[in-house]
């Protein structure tokens, strides 16, 4: 395997085309319309006879948003903004170089895999992936049924239901396993270590998460010990420390923490719980089901290969906060033991501080600490008698009380460019943000300007002039939360319209004093601020994903039509996944018409559903197509159809934000000649319908 390395950090964004800017932004408008039609709708009705559930866990409503005649100039006028967004050319040598790092990604026949730890990637072909990544699941996983996802999806569906929730919640999503290499080990070249990544997983986990989060945070303040969450905490622990000078540091990790904790050991940990705060036994049910958990790898289904019921992975929703109430169990383990204060967790990471203890005494208690692991089902790697020690991003010196800044050596400091597409605001901030965060780890100024020449470095590597200054001010004091609707419209460099300017205005064109929506949609209450468009990280992932996808294509039929010259889309009507158009024209071309439609199947099947609609009467409301041609029909005027493709576009995926294909559909239509136009605006903010079937509440088990 050969490394590459684009010198510059992966989350640099580049300039994207003009058709997946508009959709991106079309995705935006779409979700803020529908917040704002909800708004008005709760207004109006003042809360009442809307059926909600008390507690939604943050799944957002399925339902087709009511429409409001009161919105509908200012909703025309968003879409006219979308319509009418400028372009101008921009380029700069770092854009430049994305590029021609893009062309040259996507001209690779060979996969580009990032390391674990690092910044590298790797070539590696489709052969040699697909090898390390079997390799790295049969390890632990063995190979099951699809009788077992079915299992799953029947207990989330009722889960859901008693939360009144199977509308919004969506079956145990089928994301595709990965791995992440580790180069940093020794005779990596030799001997490849990889991170096996199981993106799958069942948004139940969700509702777990919000439950472990508060029997974590009633935990943690009761028993008093040391789980920390960020760096800071850990430096307020060191600060507190007393006669450092006598006290000796043991260091800890859990090896493989989240795959080695057991059913018995959660259990253990939930029980712990249990006698500081009530936990109901659904709450037990619902934490339990998300450890369900399933790989997939292509068409296979993989399972745990010591207990399939039970597995706590890192791309979980609640697998952060499953670790955590674990580590509170064992955390009160070693607090009974050594005392409270002198020990801490962080994650899989720990550390320990013990006063005026000799070299022999410390080795007893580390054995005892990696004994206590080990009757727990862990294991620990562990070093004792350190006067210095490496934790987090932060050396803490206990010889003169002293923190400051660690790097890992083969770890290359990169910051996004300054002539990356991200939003002003953003790269306005980042040497202050730098700053900020080398001044927090830093005890004093003298460390700090130790550290300092690195970052500098870094950041004159990424274009910018600024050299980072010590400063050390206290947090900013937290403002009053106010309901805000935000507008998240992508940034873009090469975009001449100035969407923020123009959307403020037209809040405050529709919106007047005297309109009755005017308390609920201000500038106060309506703010602005703008997304990211996709980073070379997503591009290499799409490029990844692409090669796989072909390597999984079977060669198929492009068109079955008895007779070739009569396939209504030119001998590719079997294509899906497709936004198609169709063009009516009359024979004596007074009028011609344009509809725009999707397929997430194969054409075919929606061209006999519209042909069906034009041969029977009684489907002549089906669309606004059929609707046109009877029109005509009636009329006794004669018409030409035609029919192409407009878009290919990916059909929507469980569990996924967005449907390209909708979107896709959107943006033709957006594109279009009002004037020519079947299809109506309403369709801008329709309900996706390539989602519903991956709701519980349509789950059938097979």
Known sequence: MEKISFNYSLKNIPLPNKDAYRKNLIHKVESFIKRIRWKAFFFENKYENVNEPQDNFGFKSVKTQPKNENLNPFESDLYDLVKKIEFKNTSSAFQRQLSNDIKSIKSNAKLLIPADKTNNLYELTTEEYNKLLTENISKTYKKSSISTLNKINTEAKSIAKDLNLEERIEQYNQNQSFITLKDHKENFQNNPKCRLINPAKSEI???????????????????????????????????????????????????????????????????????????????????????????????????????????????????????????????????????????????????????????????????????????????????????????????????????????????????????????????????????????????????????APAYNAALKNSGYDENITYNKTPPPRKNRSRNIIWFNPPYSINVKTNIGKSFLNLIDKHFPREHKYRKLFNRNNVKISYSCMPSMANVIKKHNTNLMNDQAQITQRECNCRHKEECPME????????????????????????????????????????????????????????????????????????????????????????????????????????????????????????????????????
């Open 205 to 451: 986990g969700i509702v777990s998460k919000e439950y472990i989060d508060q029997i974590n945070n009633t935990v943690r303040s009761k028993i008093k010990v040391n789980q920390w969450r960020n760096t800071q905490a850990v430096i307020e622990w060191f600060k507190n420390i007393e006669d450092k000078k006598n006290s000796t540091f043991i260091k800890f990790d859990i090896v493989e923490y989240y795959p080695s904790i057991l059913e018995d050991l959660l259990t253990k940990a939930i029980n712990f719980a249990k006698s500081i705060t009530p936990i109901e036994n659904k709450i037990i049910h619902t934490i339990k089901h998300s450890r369900k958990s399933l790989l997939f790898n292509k068409e296979d289904v993989w399972v745990k290969k010591d207990n399939p019921d039970f597995d706590v992975t890192m791309g979980s929703f609640d697998g952060a906060e499953v670790c955590e109430l674990v580590g509170l169990y064992l955390l009160d383990i070693l607090k009974n033991e050594f005392g409270g204060q002198n020990t801490g967790l962080y994650r899989d990471d720990g550390l320990c501080c013990f006063q005026k203890l000799s070299g022999p005494d410390l080795e007893k208690i580390k054995k005892k600490m990696c004994k206590i692991f080990k009757e727990n089902g862990l294991s620990i790697t562990a070093e004792c008698n350190l006067k210095i020690t490496d934790f987090l991003d932060v050396t803490f010196d206990l010889r003169n009380g002293k923190y400051y800044p660690y790097k890992k050596d083969n770890n290359q400091l990169l910051y996004i460019h300054k002539q990356s597409n991200h939003p002003k605001s953003i790269i306005k901030q980042i040497p202050s943000m730098v700053s900020k965060r080398i001044s927090d780890i830093s005890c004093d100024k003298e460390h700090f300007e130790k550290a």
């Open 571 to 702: 001998g590719k009507c079997l294509s899906n996944c497709v936004v198609y158009n169709a063009t009516v024209e009359t024979l004596d071309l007074t009028s011609t018409k344009n509809y725009y439609g999707t397929s997430e199947g194969t054409f075919k099947e929606r061209y006999n559903n519209h042909t069906a609609s034009f041969r029977n009467k009684t489907k002549e409301k089906s669309t606004e197509l059929s609707k046109h041609i009877w029109e005509l029909k009636d009329n006794n005027i004669p018409y030409q159809l035609k029919w192409c493709i407009a878009y290919k576009a990916r059909p929507y995926v469980c569990g996924s934000k967005k449907c390209d294909l909708c979107l896709s559909e959107k943006l033709a239509i957006i594109k279009a000649d009002p004037s020519s136009l079947l299809n109506t605006r309403d369709e801008l903010v329709s309900k996706c319908r390539h989602r519903n079937k991956f709701a519980l509440r349509c789950f059938k088990e097979k």
